[in-house]
């Protein structure tokens, strides 16, 4: 047996005890939350595991594509409590701030605009328009597929603007891909939260990496093509890219392989810790130099650009372009081969649970 065979074992039996351990908690506190809600909403939020509401996601807002469950601007003071130390256990502190950031910023952009529109730099047609599509902190919903507090599948969604969370659980495992975190503004330039970013190191490393490339290897790394108005993963389009582009791993520097490593932390970080140690894990026995990394657009801020981190194991997207074009609105994705909405996870349950 190698020895990277051997630790990625050791990593994985640590990772899976600990794992146990953290669908415990999260089977708690959703069952928790769950039993601070009146009969209405306790009805509206919970659907069968079997329902197509698993597996559908967007990112748009509420307004372009309405949600299934309940709104969160609709619980009391007691559920959202309950709801937030949900979202506490799924990720770490620096997930749940994010997500909460994407959240608020849903009531910075309704202002930006109001201020736009006062300014008289846009019409009363199109003030209209984008009052409809409901850009507010409370509008984002939750569902729950299953029965936590008996089933050992269930699982829960959690979508809304820029934001869709998808967990999976099954018996002590669970999956939480695809998770799509994106920010528009990317970085705020009016009202008192100017300067805020909620996805600040995504845009940060992702520049810092690409920049330390000489001229050969961003030759390689960059795409001659216009840089997509979305993460090429979108709802609609294929949910897995099999082709690899742009520079592998293995034609990196060891400081090179270093930041890339860096930007991918950032994004499996903002899971719970031993989550994110378990996919760390996977990265490592496969090792930096599988992992292909590919850039379009420009390599300076504030003007359009994205880029993918691929490996046999997980997709990064990454995409700044914006509906103005003016490269402030960030959609990201992770994504995990295999495993996604807890495809791999739910077929291992169906294999133990043939014959039964």
């Known amino acids: ?107 910075i952009l309704h202002e930006i605009m109001e201020i736009a529109y006062q300014r008289e730099q846009m019409n009363e047609n199109t003030i209209k328009m984008i ?43 669970f999956s939480m891909t695809p998770v799509f975190l994106g920010s528009d503004p990317a970085v705020v330039e009016v009202t008192q939260y100017a300067g805020l970013r909620p996805l600040s190191k995504e845009e940060d490393y992702g520049f810092w990496f690409v920049n330390t490339l ?12 216009k840089v997509p108005g979305d993460i090429i993963t979108s709802p609609g389009r294929d949910q897995w890219i099999n082709e690899f582009k742009g520079i592998k791993g293995s034609e990196l520097n060891a400081n090179q392989q270093k930041i890339l490593h860096y930007l991918i932390e950032e994004y499996v970080n903002n899971l719970d810790h031993p989550k994110a140690e378990e996919y760390m894990a996977i990265l490592h026995a496969r090792g930096m130099d599988e992992v292909y990394f590919t850039w379009i657009g420009s390599y300076e801020p504030m003007k359009a650009h994205y880029y993918m981190v691929h490996s046999p194991d997980f997709i990064i997207e990454y995409d700044n372009v914006g509906f103005l074009d ?31």
């Open 1 to 107: 047996m190698s020895k990277s065979i051997f630790l990625l074992l050791v990593c994985l039996l640590s990772s899976h005890l600990m794992s146990a351990q953290n669908v415990e908690e999260l089977r708690e506190v959703t069952t928790s939350f769950l039993g601070t809600l009146p009969e209405g909403q306790k009805s509206a939020v919970q659907f069968d595991l079997s329902d197509s509401l698993r597996t559908k996601w967007t990112n748009l807002p509420v307004g372009l594509a309405p949600r299934s469950g309940v709104r969160i601007g609709d619980l009391s003071g007691e559920s959202k409590i309950k709801f937030h130390r949900v979202l506490s256990t799924i990720f770490s502190s620096q997930g749940y701030l994010k997500v909460f950031t994407i959240m608020q910023v849903d009531d």
């Open 131 to 173: 009052r409809t599509l409901d850009w507010d902190y409370g509008n984002y919903f939750v569902a729950i597929l299953g029965d936590p507090s008996e089933d050992n599948l269930w699982g829960l969604k959690f979508e809304g603007h820029h934001i869709s969370i998808n967990l999976t659980v099954s018996g002590d495992e």
């Open 326 to 356: 003016n490269a402030n609105h960030i959609h990201t994705i992770w994504r995990e081969n295999g495993n996604d909405f807890g495809e791999d996870i739910l077929k291992k349950h169906r294999l133990a649970h043939k014959h039964q």
């Open 214 to 225: 000489d001229e050969e290897q961003k030759a390689k790394a960059t795409l001659s093509e």
